[in-house]
């Protein structure tokens, strides 16, 4: 199943702004004002100036935040944008609600303590963001997240994922038995998304610092529903014989 694009002229503006450069550029203005997001229960409040705005926007990361303040627009990043941010691109620094810079150790286990299962969902994102997919929450088709080759308002999601781990028998409880496998593909196919399966595989490293996450390995697998339908015998040759 390939992209989806929306509306006539929709590839062609996606390929002349790929998102490698949007986010190139994002991380190049960000590090240029020392920007700093702050620490929000599980959430980072984020204040952006104009250009910051567009690329934040173009680039899909955090959701603005309607505030009465004119001349100031708030982006609320989720915990894995956020310490994507922070980490990978190092382009911000995150502060407490003293104004105190939180370091990435500090930062990491916050932000376990206060997800259950961040650590593969974060190593879900980060994989799929480093190949330039557009990556946001899932949670209305019950997956973890979906992803875009572009842009949202350019082409509809491609991908439904599901992050897992076979080690210690982490698997969330989701994917248990056969019966789980088919509906979820009923429900990917009736939306036209394709099930991605990230298996996050540990390598046996210390969860309590964030340079584990070098170490552990993404795997990943594409699943489709067979349409005994499709795989029909080219009905063509039956009826010129007829």
Same mark, same amino acid.
């Given at each position: 199943?390939? =992209?989806?694009?929306?509306?006539?002229?929709?590839? @062609?503006? @996606?390929?002349?702004? =790929?998102?490698?450069?949007? *986010?190139?550029?994002?991380?190049?203005?960000? *590090?240029?004002? +020392? +920007?700093? $997001?702050?620490?929000?229960?599980? +959430? *980072?409040?984020?204040?952006?100036?104009?250009?910051?705005?567009?690329?934040?926007?173009?680039?899909?990361? $955090?959701? =603005?935040?309607?505030?009465?303040?004119?001349?100031?627009?708030?982006?609320?990043? $989720?915990?894995?944008?956020a310490f994507y941010l922070f980490y990978v691109l190092k382009c911000i620094k995150i502060v407490n609600e003293n104004n105190c810079e939180i370091d990435s150790e500090e930062l990491w286990m916050y932000m376990m303590s206060k997800k259950e299962n961040f650590l593969n969902l974060f190593k879900a994102y980060s994989h799929l963001r480093m190949k330039n997919w557009v990556v946001r929450s899932g949670s209305q088709y019950g997956v973890d997240f979906v992803a875009y080759r572009h842009h949202p308002s350019l082409v509809h999601s491609e991908y439904a994922v599901i992050?897992?781990?076979?080690?210690?028998?982490?698997?969330?409880?989701?994917?248990?038995?056969?019966?789980?496998?088919?509906?979820?593909?009923?429900?990917? $196919?009736?939306?036209?998304?394709?099930?991605?399966?990230l298996n996050i595989d540990k390598c046996g490293e210390n969860a309590t610092l964030p340079s584990c996450l070098e170490s552990y390995i993404v795997g990943e697998r594409t699943i489709t529903r067979w349409s005994p339908q499709q795989c029909r015998e080219n009905q063509t040759i039956a009826t010129g014989e007829s």
């Open positions: 199943m390939g =992209p989806r694009w929306k509306g006539k002229g929709a590839e @062609a503006k @996606a390929l002349a702004d =790929p998102i490698s450069n949007i *986010v190139s550029q994002l991380q190049s203005s960000l *590090v240029q004002s +020392s +920007s700093q $997001g702050l620490l929000m229960n599980s +959430s *980072v409040l984020f204040e952006a100036d104009a250009k910051q705005t567009d690329l934040l926007n173009r680039a899909c990361f $955090g959701r =603005p935040v309607v505030t009465a303040e004119k001349d100031k627009q708030w982006f609320q990043l $989720g915990l894995e944008e992050v897992l781990s076979d080690n210690n028998g982490e698997t969330n409880g989701r994917l248990m038995v056969w019966s789980d496998y088919h509906c979820t593909l009923r429900l990917c $196919g009736s939306v036209a998304k394709t099930l991605l399966l």
